[in-house]
């Protein structure tokens, strides 16, 4: 990947204030204030909102009016049917519309598009089968904000249609450059990026929406509600695979559905907890997005995302093993495909396209379902906006891309729009189809109408303190937890440390890929650390310092080795005591003298 610059936090206040005000570390009070969290409310909010300090549902648009013809349906006894997305969001979105409309009295029944068959979202396909089966009432979860032939169709049945959702919202531009947003012609539209949605926090879920939702329609129908956090440890998992900023109120329902998972009633929730060997574990927002997560998406990838949904609807714990054991089998299946597709993305890149600033990738044979993760790993790889594109079912070609700060991606595919037959998405990440005649064609135009500089395409690192290892303690530590979950919009707090010695390293694990090493500062105060990627890090100690330094560290003996360090602490538990640990995030061969 490329090297990332590395960046100073500048913002100024009373950091000492703070600490003493929330008795905390004036070092958390300053990572707090780094990320915008600065007001006596805000902080307070920060550390200690709970579920009653989020928004009202009914803030939304056309939510009041969407519960009304709800609970309307749900008394007349109308067929009612569910059609959502097919990735963990999706999953989870229908999960809760659907558990919340049982119990609500409704007659529903849920559909999940075919990645391969349908593609992404309600389709014309699943109105005509809907009709046949005499549905009067459609709600969409996690999709629809885009899907006008559909919603046409539906409405030329006479069908009710109610859109929830949180994607972008089409929009035509005219000649002077002015947006006209353009409306699907539902009955009801919810979806926070309207731009007359009043709601004040934009970065919600399809399954918070959804969530909303019920909560919304609860109330319209005098049902009580049956317990503050019924359906959170749901939204918590959609919240983070879906990559929502963890601001707001999006850090309440993940913080909560940490607390809630290892408790869950959820049998399927259980199977997959136990197979991955995290019952009665500490969970944190990793094991929302790359252990949990990934196993359900996985379902919608591979085969279909109904099979993720029955696993939450399993009935026993023994019927939720025998759906999870397969769900399992089909991530590890995912992982083998998503590392040979990215090894030949990255090889295309490097032999044809490595001097374009916005990258496309052409992998014909690629399933589908991966694109968007082999992009993701390829934007790691390069730094770049990516577009990875397959072969459709239907003889066209399909694409998904994941972008970089700077660069908007839907925003990018409304300029070419002319060249696809269907988009969506929003700033960091969308989908498309496009003939495959034309791919050579939206690779240079893209190319052509990038104004993306030097400076936008180098990652960049922020360090929220420089401050020695040292200073790193226990209970430090424990307070930069507080500050947890950690994600989009509330990273990982990195500090910085100049010019390291290293007094010794060793590699452990199977295949040797993990480096423990004994940092040694100025004052000769030592530090433990691991680092989960010892070869990177043998091969920039080679480059930088040579074979000879490289192999007297590895044998624990004298060298010239001097590096920077970006880091963050955690608490090792090992035999019952608690110790220090540094995490290594990025390292540079240290040019500053000794003072």
Known sequence: MKEAEWRMHAVRADFNGIAKEFHIDPVAARVMVNRGVSTPDAIRQFLNGTLSDVGDPTLMADMTKAVKIMAAKIREGKKIRIISDYDVDGVMSNYILLMGLREAGADVSYEIPDRKLDGYGINERMIEDAHADGIDTI????NGIAAFPAIELGKSYGMTVIVTDHHEVPYETDDAGERKYLMVPADAVVDIKRPDCPYPYKELCGAAVAYKFIRALYAEMGLAWPDEKKYIEYVAIATVCDVMALTGENRIYVREGLKLLPLTENHGLQ?????NGLEKKKLSAYHLGFVIGPCINATGRLESAKEGLALLLSETREEALAKAEKVVELNTERKDMTKAGTEEAIAQVE??????????VYLPKLHESLAGIVAGRVREAFYKPVFV????EDGGAKGSGRSIEGYHMYDALTEVSHLLTKFGGHELAAGFSLPREKIDEFRRELNAREHLTEQDLTPVKKIDVPMPTSYASIALVRDLEKLAPFG????????????????????????????RMKFVGAEGFTAEAVDFDAKSFIERIKMWFGEEDCDKMLRGLPNGIKIDILYYPEINSYGGRESVQIRPADYRKSDTEAQ
């Open 139 to 142: 709600i969409t979860c996690d």
């Open 351 to 360: 032999q044809m396209h490595a001097s374009d600033h916005v990258l496309v």
């Open 271 to 275: 199977a997959l907890l136990s197979l």
């Open 389 to 392: 594109i397959t072969d459709a």
């Open 488 to 515: 989009k919009g509330n990273e990982k707090p990195l500090f910085g440390e100049l010019r390291l010695g290293i007094r010794s390293a060793s590699t452990f694990g199977k295949e040797g890929q993990f480096i």
